[in-house]
């Protein structure tokens, strides 16, 4: 069964700059494209960032030029790395297939506050 596993979230201060991990379970990783998906409080759950098995990224309008996803197949990792971190960036922050799996890791909480 696939299993994600996030991690790298925290509380940072607006402007900052955090990078997410998540290790995926599964050896059709490198051929699946992975999205970073975000749920901020009260809200549902949104894409962000996705990336294709051979490398092509999308970006949701609201973190174009702060966020890159990127991924190491070797190490079924897909990575996110956000900088000029805004309050409204703050939400629960997952990985997952694209379209996503009925399956979600535990998450990791990303916190921009002063």
Known sequence: QVQFVE???TLVQP??????????????FRFRTMGWYRQPPGKQRELVARITSGGDTFYTDSV???????RDNAKNTVYLQMKSLKPEDTAVYHC????PLNVWGQGTQVTVSS
Not at 64 to 70: A, D, H, P, V
């Open 7 to 9: 991690s790298g979230g």
């Open 96 to 99: 997952n297939w694209l379209p």
């Open 64 to 70: 174009k030029g702060r966020f890159t996803i990127s």
């Open 15 to 28: 402007g900052g700059s955090l990078s997410l991990a998540c290790a995926a379970s599964g050896s059709i």
